[in-house]
C-alpha cells in the first residue's frame, strides 16, 4: 500500500493553507483554564432528583406543595460511590428542576426540602459527601420555573440571583453551573437576565464552567448521547445566543423521546468553510449529556430500559474520545438511593474504561512537531496486539489537526491503514483490535505547525 508519506501537513497540507491570515484567526481562539481544566476531567455525572422524583413524573405542573416531596431518606455516600466506581471525577446536582421546587435550605421560598417530611439541605448532603469522596460538585438550576408567582417580571430575575448567590456561596467549590435552555410552550415570555448570572458565578466561583445557556461549554444538540462526526471547539460565537438554544431544547414533557433523535442539520459547526464566514469566534466545547435509562428522572417502569454496558462504552468513545466532555445522568430513586441496575452497571463501565488504558505498549509525550515531522514513526520492542490509539492536542495552541492516517506494521514488515481521522482536539480514542510491530502517524492537514500533547498504543 502506498502511504504516500511526503503528502503532509509539511507539504501540500491536503491543498489547504497552512499559516495564513485566515488560519492565524482560527489558531488564535483558545480555551480558559476552566475549559482546559474541565476537558482534563471529561466524563461527570448528572443526578435528576427531586419533586419529580416523588411524583413519579418528568415535569411538574406547579401547583406542587412542599410536603408532595415525601422522601424521607437518602443515601449520598451510595450515590457518589456509585458514580465514583463508573470512572467519574464530579457531579451536578439538580437543585432546583422546573417546578421551582428547591433541594437547599434557602431563604427566598417556602417550596422547599426543609418544609418537606424529610427536612434536610439535600444540596449540602451531597456537596459534602462529594468533597469527602475527592468528587467535584456542581450546581443545576432552572432558569424556568412553574411555581414562583413573579415568573415574567424583572422581580423573578432579582429572585432567581438571590438563589444562585445562595448555591454559590454555601455549598463550597464548584466545577460547572448547568442552567437548562428547557421552557414550556406556554410560559410566559420572559427574557432572563444571562449577563447578570454570569456575572455572579465569575465573582462568587471564578473556577466554574457555565454549562448549556452558558459562555463555557455548549449543548451537543441532543438527549441521545450522540456527536458529530467533526465535533470542533473553535465554532461561530453566535451558537452561545441563548435565546437559540432555549428554542431548540424541551417545550413540553413528552419532547424528551424528540430530543433522543439527532438533527444532522447543523453537522458541521467549525470547518474551514464555516468559520471564513463568520467574523466573530469562540472556544465553546461540547458536553454530551445523556440519560442511563430512558427518563431524566427515576421510574420503576424504566428499569428495563437501562443501557447495556455495550451502548455506554460507544456512548465513552464517540464522547470524551470524540473532544467532547460527557455528562451522564443516574437518577436516584424514591427510595433515596440509586438502583442496584445502575450500580452494577455503572461499575462494568468503569472497569471497561479503566482497561482502555490499563496496558501500554508506548506512551509519548509529543510537544509541537518540527517542520521535518510530517509524520512519526513508532517501533515496538516486539509485535503487539493492540486495541487502542489514543491521541491529544495541547489545547493551549487552539485546534489545530484536522486530518491524520494511522498505519499498522504488519509482521511481514509492510504497513496497512488503520484509521483515517479527522479533528484530535482534547481526545481521540481509536479502537483498532489489530495485531503490528510498529506504527507510523501522518498527519495530513493542520491548522498551522500541530501541538501534540500525547499518544499511546494499548494493547
Known amino acids: 500500500m502506498k502511504m504516500r508519506l511526503d503528502q503532509n501537513w509539511t507539504t501540500t497540507n491536503n491543498n489547504q493553507p497552512l499559516d495564513d491570515e485566515e488560519v492565524k484567526r482560527y489558531i488564535s481562539v483558545v480555551p480558559t483554564e476552566n475549559q482546559i481544566r474541565l476537558q482534563e476531567k471529561p466524563f461527570y455525572a448528572f443526578f435528576h432528583f427531586g419533586m419529580n422524583t416523588a411524583n413519579d413524573r418528568e415535569w411538574g405542573c406547579g401547583s406542587e406543595v412542599a410536603t408532595d416531596f415525601d422522601i424521607t431518606k437518602i443515601k449520598p455516600e451510595q450515590w457518589v460511590k456509585a458514580v465514583k466506581a463508573g470512572g467519574m471525577t464530579g457531579i451536578i446536582l439538580t437543585c432546583k428542576h422546573h417546578d421551582g421546587f428547591c433541594l437547599w435550605n434557602t431563604g427566598t421560598t417556602d417550596f422547599n426540602v426543609m418544609n418537606s417530611p424529610i427536612a434536610t439541605d439535600i444540596v449540602k448532603a451531597v456537596s459534602d459527601e462529594c468533597h469527602k ?118 417545550q413540553a414533557e413528552n419532547d424528551t423521546a424528540k430530543l433522543q433523535r439527532v438533527d444532522t442539520m447543523d453537522e458541521d459547526l467549525g470547518s474551514r468553510n464555516v468559520l471564513k464566514n463568520n467574523a466573530y469566534l469562540s472556544w465553546y466545547p461540547a458536553e454530551v449529556d445523556v440519560s442511563i435509562r430512558k427518563g431524566w428522572f427515576y421510574h420503576k417502569k424504566d428499569d428495563k430500559t437501562v443501557k447495556s454496558l455495550k451502548k455506554l462504552f460507544k456512548i465513552y468513545l464517540t464522547s470524551v474520545g470524540n473532544n467532547c466532555t460527557l455528562l451522564l445522568n443516574i437518577p436516584p430513586s424514591y427510595k433515596g438511593v440509586i438502583c442496584s441496575k445502575d450500580v452494577k452497571r455503572l461499575k462494568a463501565l468503569g472497569n471497561k474504561i479503566a482497561d482502555i488504558t490499563a496496558n501500554p505498549v508506548l506512551e509519548q509525550n509529543i510537544g509541537e512537531l518540527k517542520h521535518t515531522d510530517g509524520y512519526l514513526e513508532f517501533n515496538f520492542d516486539s509485535p503487539k496486539k493492540l486495541r487502542y490509539f489514543i491521541i491529544s492536542e495541547n489545547l493551549a495552541y487552539s485546534q489545530r489537526i484536522e486530518k491524520f492516517d494511522l498505519y499498522l506494521k504488519k509482521a511481514n514488515g509492510k504497513y496497512k491503514k488503520a484509521y483515517s481521522g479527522t479533528i484530535v482536539g482534547s481526545k481521540k480514542i481509536v479502537k483498532l483490535d489489530k495485531n503490528a510491530s510498529g506504527a507510523i502517524l501522518v498527519i495530513r492537514q493542520s491548522r498551522s505547525t500541530p501541538h501534540i500533547k500525547s499518544i499511546g498504543f494499548y494493547e
Open 133 to 250: 469522596q475527592g468528587m467535584e460538585f456542581g450546581v443545576y438550576l432552572s432558569p424556568w420555573d412553574m411555581h414562583e408567582k413573579t415568573y415574567g417580571t424583572e422581580q423573578y430575575n432579582d429572585y432567581f440571583v438571590r438563589q444562585l448567590t445562595e448555591l454559590c456561596g454555601n455549598y463550597g467549590e464548584l466545577f460547572e453551573v448547568w442552567f437548562d435552555g428547557a421552557k414550556g410552550a406556554n410560559a410566559k415570555a420572559f427574557t432572563y437576565d444571562w449577563q447578570r448570572y454570569y456575572k455572579i458565578i465569575r465573582t462568587m466561583q471564578p473556577k466554574a464552567n457555565i454549562a448549556i445557556c452558558g459562555e463555557d461549554i455548549r449543548w451537543v444538540g441532543n438527549e441521545a448521547g450522540k456527536a458529530r462526526k467533526c465535533e470542533y471547539s473553535v465554532v461561530p460565537a453566535s451558537l452561545k445566543q441563548c435565546e437559540s438554544i432555549e428554542k431548540n431544547s424541551q
